[in-house]
T-cell receptor, first 117, second 114 residues
Framework: DGGITQSPKYLFRKEGQNVTLSCEQN?????MYWYRQDPGQGLRLIYY???????QKGDIAEGYSVSREKKESFPLTVTSAQKNPTAFYLC????????????????FGNGTRLTVT | KQEVTQIPAALSVPEGENLVLNCSFT??????LQWFRQDPGKGLTSLLL?????REQTSGRLNASLDKSSGRSTLYIAASQPGDSATYLC?????????????FGKGTKLTVNP
């Protein structure tokens, strides 16, 4: 079955350590996204990528980094510079139609819950 | 800045009831709109996507509509079932943006009691 796989489901780290969250998709989607979800808030976009070897900052990119070396993979690194890293992180993907806006549904993984102490 | 309000924040109904969830945007210029379902501790599942040329979409017991003049959308759930219990989120794309511009509401938590 096609889908998005995020791993691990739960992640615990000490403050000051960098940590990388994995996101893999086999939907052949061009575009991939990382969101952060906090209690009582809507999803906020961290980074997105519309094509391999290219990515753009979202609304809250500070303290995060990404890479897009393969179409299927879009890992997110939470660095020690991120002041409030404890959150639920969601990866998503979609097709992308240049020139008409992206009017295809987003497909989400099941998320990684990161706890930093 | 575009903001999305979902009303009510939480809703509890008996099984079998028809219900309506509401979503409104501060800027009514919405290109397309999606409704999602989120189960506890899980990711979001896309339910319905209303494209720029459409006004509503239906899937089974779900019907979503979008009034572009007011920037309001409703999700209608017919004959609710306990399995419908989840948080429902709406998200809209501004007229000049792709999915990277999606703005999400905070969701309505629905509980359907047997």
């Amino acid at each position: 079955d096609g889908g998005i796989t995020q791993s691990p489901k739960y992640l615990f780290r000490k403050e000051g350590q960098n940590v990388t969250l994995s996101c893999e998709q086999n939907l052949n989607h061009d575009a991939m996204y990382w969101y952060r979800q906090d209690p009582g808030q809507g999803l906020r976009l961290i980074y997105y990528s519309q094509i391999v070897n290219d990515f753009q900052k979202g609304d809250i990119a500070e303290g995060y980094s990404v890479s897009r070396e393969k179409k299927e993979s879009f890992p997110l690194t939470v660095t020690s510079a991120q002041k409030n890293p404890t959150a639920f992180y969601l990866c998503a993907s979609s097709t992308y139609r240049q020139g008409k806006g992206n009017n295809s549904p987003l497909h989400f993984g099941n998320g990684t819950r990161l706890t930093v102490t | 800045k575009q903001e999305v309000t979902q009303i009510p924040a939480a809703l509890s109904v008996p099984e079998g009831e028809n219900l309506v969830l509401n979503c409104s945007f501060t800027d009514s210029a919405i290109y397309n709109l999606q409704w999602f379902r989120q189960d506890p501790g899980k990711g979001l599942t896309s339910l319905l996507l209303i494209q720029s040329s459409q006004r509503e979409q239906t899937s089974g017991r779900l019907n979503a509509s979008l009034d572009k003049s007011s920037g309001r959308s409703t999700l209608y759930i017919a004959a609710s079932q306990p399995g419908d219990s989840a948080t429902y989120l709406c998200a809209g794309t501004p007229a000049q943006g792709g999915s990277e511009k999606l703005v999400f509401g905070k969701g309505t938590k629905l509980t359907v009691n047997p």
